[in-house]
């Protein structure tokens, strides 16, 4: 028999980072403290027992929501970071200091550092097999194939507009 994980909703108010158990009686607000500065963005991992958070002090953290507790920081950006994104094993995150870097969710090592796209917001996002990473920025689209971080395809949209969203059908493959 398999066990359903707890109704979370987590988000971000005023900088700070907060989630609530929302099947709990009474709902069990939990706050995320350790980031030093305003919390941008944040995502659950696929199965659902970890949250990502990234933000202003530069650092992405991983937090395991049935304790509230920080389980890991992956440090290397030298600007705010805007996105996060989790497979089952990777960590990835974009920042405006123009890179996008690729970690192992368990040890923390950093994996690729993908630099020369000017990063203004935008959009990361695994595919749901966390075998392909696609970044959208405002020259269009890059995609990777993960772990090993080769490129995939490009796809120039500048006379498009801006890529503010991505995502990867379930069936893409490399």
Do not use: I
């Not at 199965?47 to 389980?71: C, F, N, P, Y």
């Not at 970071?81 to 995150?93: K, R």
């Not at 990361?124 to 490129?151: K, N, T, W, Y």
């Amino acid at each position: 028999m398999t066990r359903r994980q707890p109704l979370w909703v987590v988000l971000t108010f005023c900088g700070a980072l907060a989630g609530v158990e929302a099947q709990a009686e009474p709902p069990n607000p939990r706050k995320f403290r350790d980031h030093s500065g305003e919390v941008d963005c944040v995502v659950f991992t696929p199965d659902g027992t970890h949250l990502l958070s990234g933000g202003e002090d530069k650092v992405v953290m991983l937090w395991d929501l049935a304790t509230g507790k920080r389980v890991r920081s992956f440090r290397g950006h030298g600007k705010s970071v805007s996105e996060v994104a989790a497979s089952a094993t990777l960590v990835a995150s974009a920042s405006w200091d123009d890179t996008v870097r690729v970690w192992e969710r368990e040890t923390g090592k950093e994996l690729h550092r993908f630099a020369g796209r000017p990063y203004l917001g935008g959009s990361l996002a695994f595919s749901p097999d966390g075998g392909l990473l696609v970044h959208g920025d405002p020259l269009g689209v890059a995609v990777r194939s993960m772990p090993e971080g080769g490129l995939v395809m490009t796809a120039d949209l500048r006379r498009e507009g801006y890529v503010s969203t991505a995502a990867l059908a379930p069936e893409a493959h490399p």
